[in-house]
């Protein structure tokens, strides 16, 4: 059976722990990753630092994969969301609009890939901030997981949860008891403490470790690292 890399990776629009904003840092990260699969967080095409400059175009021209945009928001003329990278073909693709309330607008991607003749669906997903906006998330991606997993196709979920140890109950929902051990610290990233951004996978068997990714300036390229995982499919 194939192993697939798959990475999450929130980059904070492009912007280091040291202020400096770097597209060019991040995509040295990216490439040490080595992920066939690659979702992302917090993308821009303007950067607050040095004036327009395309990280949605900067990812396209990353040579092998396909790309499949999520915009969540657009204010002044900033598109600001998520994004994923993948060298399989991309069969189907959605993006989902989780936003609760009048809390600032998050959003998901949904896509089904085609591995090798078999389907494989990846859910990322950038929750909020408050736990009472995560909860309605997390019940949304519930239900959505829950529709793969009853016709039987693997799926990876990822993102940045911005998981507290107070979520660990709700999170524990999403397709069941998932998303909680394997998690390492991804935050702040010069010395992660908190699991915020998190890979799992269902069925749970076929994810064969988590790791966080230090190599490529990861421990400054962003203010998270990237979370690493092989799964088997």
């Known amino acids: 059976m194939p192993t697939v890399r798959a990475a999450t990776y929130n980059i904070h629009r492009g912007i280091g722990i040291d202020g400096r904003y770097d597209p ?4 040295r990260v990216v490439e040490a990753l080595d992920a066939d699969i690659i979702a992302f967080q917090e993308v821009s095409d303007r950067s607050p630092l040095t004036g327009v400059i395309d990280l949605y175009r900067r990812l396209h021209g990353v040579a092998g994969y ?13 598109r600001y969301g998520n994004a994923l990278l993948s060298r399989f073909p991309v069969v189907h693709s959605a993006t989902l609009d989780i936003t609760v309330g009048d809390r600032e607008p998050r ?11 078999a389907p494989l ?10 736990r009472w906006e995560r909860r309605r998330q997390f019940r949304y991606l ?63 068997s076929i994810l064969r470790g988590v790791r966080v990714a230090s190599a490529g300036q990861a421990r400054w390229a962003s203010d998270h690292r990237p979370v690493v995982g092989e799964v088997t499919v």
């Open 24 to 27: 060019d840092r991040i995509m």
């Open 66 to 78: 396909q790309v499949v945009v999520g915009i969540s928001r657009v204010v002044d003329g900033e």
């Open 107 to 117: 959003g998901a991607i949904m896509v089904e890939l085609d591995v090798g003749g």
């Open 121 to 130: 669906a990846v859910v990322t997903a950038h929750l909020g901030l408050k």
């Open 142 to 204: 519930d239900d959505l997981v829950a529709a793969m997993k009853a016709e039987g196709t693997p799926v990876i979920v990822m993102g940045d949860f911005n998981v507290w140890p107070i979520d660990i109950a709700d999170l524990r929902r999403i397709g069941g008891l998932i998303g909680v051990r394997n998690a390492p610290p991804t935050f702040p990233a010069p010395l992660p403490v908190l699991a915020l951004d998190r890979i799992w996978t269902i069925p749970h």
